[in-house]
């Protein structure tokens, strides 16, 4: 587990009220934590993770070799129990803890590697992205389209038209040399085999890429290389481990006993998970379709959508100090604009003028507050329920972009309950709608930290952006093309989405976002170059545990084996 819990998905206090029937909340649906691959719901939380893309050479070979690396591919119930032992003993010794240590393994397979195995029903997947690949699917992105582009897709590092993996193993650990031990076990795995009753079976794979991310050192611990604190705003899970009785993400608001920490709303597990029920799009609380692919084999298993996402971070505090100085405003706070939190994590609808370090550590604050409503927070009645500690630093209303402008990231990837203002019909049409577009974002550095006074930088750093989802489609790609780049979103002239948002209007990449300054005035900012560089990337399927020890590890034709009672095994 990771020593700085802080800086991604599950910051800290963490509450130990997890269990369903101490809340009561069992109108939340059973999940088979036993099946669904552990960076999924649980998430790895490592600091130390390394990708190992494949291409499957030989299907003969690669299948038995498949099914030999199941009983090591890290389930949601094994993270789950780890993450809570971990949490135990942080919580009675006061600081972090070094006295367990997990190393993870994880594996998703994109449209051509599934269609290579020929599992049962392969060709039935309805996800049109999924099945062409990102790299067919780059342009529909505005992802840069010169030849000579670093982020045109042919020149990627990975997932390119001609560099497609048909794999991805995730390997995450505490340690960097436990990593280490494990990245190369694999590998001796791959190019040396596997013992299967006795025989040396190969893999019939080999490696055509591999990278490693990092959590950045200090001070930029728990940041992304920019400079922002990263992963605060993460969706909950309503569900309930079948295993243990665990809540995935327990209630802990006082105020709105639908949410997980104040401002986490409890989304309903189809929408990452299939087989589960997902969101109604017309009730942001009520239970929707359950979703599900083609392939009935599918169920418990997940989308995921990788980007290697170069970043330009001498370029971007250039950025901030010239267009800052320029609207008397000061890098800082200009900064805090465009991406709706201060370099520390505090938001800014929290803290306005200045930034607040204390609320930026204190996740029953720093995502407590909405852009439609104020936040009205209420003392805890129970135990593990959040506290506001921030009293006098509430969120007040922001219908119109007076604090966080509609083109700041976190409102333009995730608009909350905003609505459009009267008359447009371009703005998102309700919270309800907003949630089934969610994503589960495990996302990690790479790259050293950027130093000014090494001349020149070789400019490699960045992030691996990876997220789960049901629908490549409505989610990763909706929020991409319909939000974040969109200039008109969530009024016209908006801008687009100044660190992510990319353009190809007329061959330009030029982009705009329009800023409201304190004395009421709303100037407009122009971006000249991409500080976000897509090297890579790929669409791929994780499936659950089952799945990969039946459907994709045997032959096509081939009959199921029997179970204990002589029925054939589903």
């Known amino acids: 587990m990771s020593t700085n819990i802080p800086a ?89 803890s070094r006295a367990v240590l997990a190393t993870w393994l994880n594996i998703a397979f994109s449209f051509g590697g599934i269609k290579k195995l020929k599992p049962a029903d392969f060709d039935a997947f309805r996800d049109k992205a999924f099945r062409q690949g990102l790299a067919a699917r780059s342009k529909e992105l505005n992802d840069p389209l010169g030849h000579d582009d670093e982020g045109f897709q042919r020149n990627w590092l990975i997932g390119g ?46 490696v055509i890429y591999k990278q490693k991310g990092a959590t950045l050192p200090a001070p930029l611990t728990g940041h992304e290389h920019f400079g922002f604190l ?25 105020a709105d006993h639908s949410q997980g920490k104040p401002g986490q709303d409890r989304l309903w597990p ?11 799009p017309k009730d942001a609380d009520g239970e929707g379709k359950v979703r599900a692919e083609g392939p009935k084999w599918t169920k418990n298993g997940s989308y995921l959508v990788f980007r290697r996402l170069r970043q330009d971070v001498g370029g971007f505090h250039d950025f901030l100090k010239i267009e800052g100085i320029r609207l008397n405003l ?57 506290k506001d500690n921030f009293p006098n630093d509430l969120a007040k209303a922001d219908k119109f972009g007076a604090i966080c402008p509609f083109a700041g990231h976190i409102r333009k990837a995730y608009p909350r309950d905003d609505v459009p203002l009267s008359g447009n019909k371009k703005g998102p049409p309700n919270e309800a709608n907003t949630e089934t577009h969610r994503l589960l974002r ?3 550095p790479f790259g050293d930290p950027f130093d000014p006074t090494v001349i020149p930088d070789d400019g490699n750093r960045g992030l691996l952006f990876l997220a789960y989802q049901t629908s490549i489609i ?97």
């Open 330 to 386: 000061g890098p800082g706070l200009f900064g805090a604009k465009c991406v709706g939190r201060w370099a520390s994590g505090a938001p800014i609808e929290r803290a306005p003028e200045a930034d607040n370090l204390a609320m930026s550590r204190d996740d029953c604050a720093n995502n407590a507050f909405d852009f439609q409503v104020g936040t009205i927070p209420k003392s805890p009645t129970r135990p593990g329920e959040c």
């Open 474 to 570: 409505n989610q990763f790609e909706f929020v991409t093309k319909n939000w974040v780049n969109n200039p008109n979103f969530k009024e016209p002239g908006s801008g687009h989405d100044p660190i992510l948002g990319q353009t190809n209007r007329n061959g330009s990449r030029q982009r705009f976002l329009a800023i409201k300054l304190p004395n009421g005035t709303e100037t407009t900012v122009r971006l000249e170059k991409d500080l976000v560089i897509p090297t890579g990337g790929g669409y791929f399927f994780a499936p659950s545990i089952d799945a990969l020890k039946t459907e994709l590890s045997r032959a096509p034709g081939r009959p199921k084996p029997p179970a204990a009672n002589g029925k054939p095994k589903r």
């Open 230 to 254: 990263d992963g605060v705003s993460q969706p909950g899970i309503r569900g309930i481990a079948k295993e243990t009785g665990d809540l995935i993400t327990p209630r802990q608001n006082p």
């Open 442 to 444: 495990r996302g990690i």
């Open 270 to 280: 189809g929408e990452f998970v299939f087989g589960y029920p997902a969101q109604n």
């Open 8 to 96: 991604r998905e599950a910051p800290f206090p963490i509450s130990f009220e997890g269990k369903a029937s101490a809340q009561k909340h069992n109108e939340d649906p059973l999940l088979d934590t036993d099946q669904i691959q552990g960076n999924i719901l649980a998430g790895f939380l490592k600091d130390n993770q390394t990708l190992i893309f494949l291409d499957i050479k030989n299907v003969e070979n690669f299948r038995p070799w498949l099914k030999a690396l199941v009983p090591f591919i890290a389930t949601t119930d094994e993270v789950l129990q780890f993450n809570r032992l971990f949490k135990m003993i942080r919580s009675r010794r006061g600081v972090e």
């Open 161 to 206: 038209k001609d560099n497609e993996a048909d794999l991805v193993l995730i390997v995450a650990s505490d340690s960097l040399e436990e990593m280490g031990l494990a990245v190369r076990r694999i590998e001796g795995w791959i190019y040396e085999g596997v013992e299967v009753d006795g025989k040396r079976v190969p893999s019939g794979a080999e």
